[in-house]
């Protein structure tokens, strides 16, 4: 009997178990209780439970088979060949997939919003396609940091501390069998690190952790937290991730085809790379920098000029003078490479921004020859940002092109919502999510199954946010009044509106707020209510992010919206994926063009909701004028409080013009105008912004050339 608890343990050790059909249901199963204030973490959940325990619970709730079954197909999985892709030509040299945080599930909390949560999604379509891929990154023993929401509304944040081999993280170990482990000099000495190993399906992901002893006690703590520390806090980590990144799989006996740096923070990654190429080959600085260039591919994410790290040049210096000396390169030379200053014919060296600093963003520009931005408008905008760094090319040839983001389906789409696509489309379709023809069958689905399907998901989420925000008002020391209006709050006859993410400024949470008196007409229309529910995370640091928090707490509690907009503290993956899966309406409010791409609304598609956007991100090329509802028409002005009370405005106007009267509209019962949109959503969306699309995407345009492979080997 102790075998079948190996076999639980087995399972959780490879990740994939989250997005396979039975794998989450099959551990809750096991202990509903557990299950849940283990975080969804199976590791906590076995760890509570001796293998008799173990044993037992299995045999009461009947779970042998579905266990055979998850462990055959997970076996199955991980030793298979198959490949929408071809696999042959990067088998041997994978693609080494850089990135600061990888958001996989809500029980690993190495990520802080979307950029992790792409990442993440990205390793699991490499698996799910067989895209030979290896993830780096770290293991940060304390997170991002777990929100709560106090009782004057204002954001604490807690670190509690969790140990790899708690998470079932291993060693990574080298050819002899020992865990690896790397250092990284800088000019005052090294910064050392371990490694550890997760498995994501097919997809080996390298953590690396800095809590070891040939550290002092302030490196010991650099890879505690994610986005915590100072610049000098950050360059160090971004040493480590990089360098590090690159030593790691030397030391794994792991030569990569391509290098693709997501975001400028794995940029030294490059330098690395570089400096080995003339150490080994004897190659000159220009010609290892040309052929590391053409194996390396760098996505930007940021289109907001503050967003990109800036290090101060004697920072940059004491970090960088040991690869100066490898490279061959002075002091000036070295800073050359992330100045944005640039030399222009007759006018000499012209500095663009600000004070002279190192742009970690200009030097992954430098070191990758295929540099993408995440969508149509932000590949546009980033051509304009960085043009300054080509003046001989015209803007049009600047060399940023775009690939969209998407989502990972299986992990984005509720069982429900997945099992009624099964029907729909026939159990193999997420093979085949990247092809339109595969979705075109949903326009034929009945008015009464779509419906069906909503009501059912929407049911879900009111469950969900009831416990929760009476739970967490009791916490807060709310009156019994309040938690019992939370405990009662929404109906599934209601139109429900969520809007969740990282509370940065562009994001614009409060825009709903503008007029409260029209808010009230609202949410409070006798016919048509609407009902609201906000959850997001500010930076620990970011005061202005904290006060939207507060602000939207306040609102909350006015009487005239208790239980009818409501706010969620604890954000992380799981409030995220109970949102989209249940909300009616999906409201992104970026001042344009900010939001590089946004991908919280793609999860909504999936589950039969329906986007209400401003024209940016990827909502600028996926809105069609049926499948969805737009937020102005993509206007951008100077002014920002102008742009912003114009933005208000319009969304106002689409909620109460547009949006509610269409949801409201019965014939035979049923909304059917607002049916006909939600599959027009499904049929033109989904194809398009899923992350198997964008995977093979990054294969076609990025990675494929960059390992030298002509597109005719592909089939
Ligand atoms: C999908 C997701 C995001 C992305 O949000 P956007 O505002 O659409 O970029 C952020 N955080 C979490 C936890 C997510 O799951």
Redesign the pocket.
Known sequence: MTDIAQTLRSLASNLSWCWSRDGASLFRALDPERWETSGHDPHALLAGLDDEAIAAGVARSGLEDRIAELANAQDAAVASDESALLVGALRARPVAYFSMEF?LHESLAVYS??LG?LAGDHLKSASDLGLPLVGLGFFYREGYFQQSIDGEGWQQEAYPRVEPQAKGLRPALDASGQQVKVSVETEKGSIHAQVWELRVGRVRLFLLDSDVAENDADDRTLTARLYGGDSRQRIRQELLLGVGGVRTLKALGIQPGVMHLNEGHCAFAGLEAIARRMEDEGASFEEAKDETASQTVFTTHTPVPAGHDRFPHELALEHLRPLGKRLGLSDDALLALGSEAVAVEGKGKVEFRGEPSFCMTVLALRMAQRVNGVSFLHGRVSRQMWQQLYPETPLHRTPIGHITNGVHVPSWMAPRSRRFLDGVLGSDWEQFQADPDTWAPIAEASDEDLWDLRTGLKEGLLRFVRERAAREAKARGESADVVKALSRALDPQHLVVGFA??FATY?RATLLFQDLDVLDQIVNDADKPMRFVFAGKAHPRDEGGKKLIQRIHGIARDPRFLGKVILLGGY??AV?RALTAGVDVWL?NPRRPLEAS????Q?VVLNAGLNCSILDGWWAEGFDGTNGFAIGDGEVHRDHSLQDAKDGESLLAVLRGEVAPLYYERQEGLPKAWIERVRRSMVTLGWRFNADRMVLDYARMAYLPAAGVQLAEVR
Request: glycine share 38%; charged share 30%.
């Open positions: 958001g919003g979307g949560v993410r990282r994001k992380d993956i995220g992104n946004g991908t919280s609304g999860k």
